[in-house]
């Protein structure tokens, strides 16, 4: 079982930047692949940015390409996502979600459990 808990969220003007953390526990935690899932208002879930955990390899939606890097600090149990450039069409509750199917990164939402409670991001145009 892994626990997650989001943080750093809040109201940013457009072109501004975030970084949100994502605290780990959990014994398994170390062999998950990990995401940031984000959801809008009257919107479904998006997977927006995936690591895994050899090689550290990601993938990025294509909405944050170039714009947001997510990565991990094992040291401190911690997902990070750093957001540039934000949009006003980012705003949404962010979470994090582990992948106990596999230690690689991917694209499939579906794969992704354990989410936390989230944590709001508001860009302001």
């Known amino acids: 079982q892994v626990q997650l808990v989001e943080s750093g969220g809040g109201l940013v003007q457009a072109g501004g930047s975030l970084r949100l953390s994502c605290a780990a526990s959990?014994?398994?935690?170390?062999?998950?692949?990990m995401g940031w899932i984000r959801q809008a208002p009257g919107k479904e879930r998006e997977l927006i940015a995936s690591?895994?955990?050899?090689?550290?390899?990601?993938l990025y939606a294509d909405s944050v390409k170039g714009r947001f890097s997510i990565s991990i600090d094992n040291t401190k149990n911690t997902v990070y996502l750093q957001m540039t450039s934000l949009k006003p069409e980012d705003t949404a509750v962010y979470y994090c979600?582990?992948?106990?199917?596999?230690?690689?990164?991917?694209?499939?939402?579906?794969?992704?459990?354990?989410w936390g409670q989230g944590t709001q991001v508001t860009v302001s145009s």
């Open positions: 979600g582990a992948d106990p199917t596999s230690a690689f990164p991917t694209m499939t939402l579906g794969n992704f459990r354990s």
């Open positions: 959990g014994r398994a935690f170390s062999s998950y692949a």
């Open positions: 690591i895994g955990r050899i090689g550290f390899h990601t």
